[in-house]
């Protein structure tokens, strides 16, 4: 069975008045009263059902529009900016724990391949007799100032990423905690799905490309020591624009 | 014909609504239609998001009401929203007078 012009149309604006609260789902309940009255009244006069809505539905405006003027009608200045500070809470929770999983895969390429593949120094990088010391002294089992410096470094690429991540896991949970139960339930501090998405594909975009770039002239060069730092995040990077990409895509198709 | 109502919607639902007294959006529109003879032929649905501003903003208050059998939000004007119609009009008659003079030739000169 067909669905009829006004469904349709009512379809069409529900979706796009997601977010909106109270003042959406009441502007739905006048927009369905307006075109079923106006639908009436030109049956009335002597149209066809179908026509009539058609011309209810043509002389109502762009779905688009409407939803757009009532979300400016509804959406004040410190709604802008209590969704905003959702989404920056979203996002930097996710950051920080994309961090973290590029910890993991650091780890684990470590494991895999060689700590020297993940913190070790590329050919040419040599230190100072104080910094070799420096190394030593905070790990006196190493054999070498390299394999010193490697464990350091180690430290900076796995350990410290991992406690990032840890801390986003943190501020996640609290994130959904706060708006499942807490004071950051509801429509009036969801996250702007669209601007979420799309700052989250340029970032973690920016960050994939630029990541990229040295692990391509390492590669090129043929020298893999400490590949692994930048490789790890730059899948992760690289994972994370993907899924907020393909998130961002949804979000359009199912507004649109 | 229909005009571009742009910047004179809130004003022209303020005085529909001191006419009609207190109503739906549906009669409001059509009231703006028959009042002004079907010059202003706008879209209807826009007539939503401007009473839902100019509800914000304090110059008209809704309740529901469903004494017709069917539930509808209806609109009135309230004293603050009655000052703010004789401001805007007062606005609206200074800029016709200028437009006016402006768009008349004076006497005397070549037409």
Known sequence: MNESPIDAYLDRLFDRLAGTG??????????????????AQ???????????????????????????????????????????????????????????????????????????????????????AERCAEYLRLSPGAPTCARAAELHHWGEVVEYRVAAGLLGLLALALYVAVRRRGPLRGPRWAPPTG????????????????????????????????????????????????????????RIRTAG | MSMDLRGHLDLLILAALRHTGPTHGYAL???????????????EGTVYPALHRLERAGLVASAWNDDTGRRRRCYELTDQGRAALAAKQSEWHALVRGVAAILTPAQGAPA
């Open chain 2, 29 to 43: 529109i059509q009231a703006l239609r028959d009042r002004s003879d079907g010059t202003f032929d706008l879209p």
């Open chain 1, 22 to 39: 109270t003042g959406g789902r009441r502007a739905l309940v006048e927009a369905e009263d307006h075109l079923h009255s106006a639908a």
């Open chain 1, 195 to 250: 601007p979420v998405a799309l700052v989250a594909t340029t970032v973690f975009g920016l960050a994939a490309a630029l990541l990229a770039l040295p692990v391509l002239a390492q590669a090129a060069f043929g020298d893999p020591a400490g590949i692994g730092a930048n490789l790890s995040a730059g899948v992760v990077a690289a994972a994370v624009t993907v899924a907020a990409a393909v998130g961002g895509l949804h």
């Open chain 1, 42 to 128: 030109a049956v009335a006069e002597g149209s066809d059902r179908a026509e009539a809505e058609r011309l209810a539905v043509a002389r109502f405006g762009d779905a688009t529009d409407i939803a757009a003027q009532l979300r400016r009608a509804h959406i004040s200045t410190a709604d802008v900016l209590r969704r905003a500070f959702a989404g920056a809470w979203l996002l930097g929770a996710v950051g920080l724990l994309a961090i973290g999983v590029s910890g993991l895969l650091a780890e684990a390429l470590g494991r895999l391949f060689g700590p020297h593949l993940v913190a070790g120094d590329t050919a040419g990088v040599t230190y100072t």
